[in-house]
């Protein structure tokens, strides 16, 4: 899991927060929709740690 959320990290440094949000709705329309909860979770949380 940690390696997971390191490439996430990865992939999303650099990113704006628009650019996320709109990987995040790419992902809601191809997972189901009881995983779009932690798929906004899991954006917010690239917002918020992008600066560091």
């Given at each position: 899991?940690?390696?997971?959320?390191?490439?996430?990290?990865?992939?999303?440094?650099?990113?704006?927060?628009?650019?996320?949000?709109?990987?995040?709705?790419?992902?809601?329309?191809?997972?189901?929709?009881?995983f779009d909860a932690q798929v906004d979770q899991a954006a917010d949380w690239?917002?918020?740690?992008?600066?560091?």
């Amino acid at each position: 899991m940690d390696d997971m959320l390191n490439k996430a990290k990865e992939k999303a440094a650099g990113m704006s927060d628009d650019q996320i949000d709109d990987a995040a709705e790419t992902l809601k329309d191809k997972t189901p929709d009881k995983f779009d909860a932690q798929v906004d979770q899991a954006a917010d949380w690239a917002k918020d740690h992008n600066d560091d």
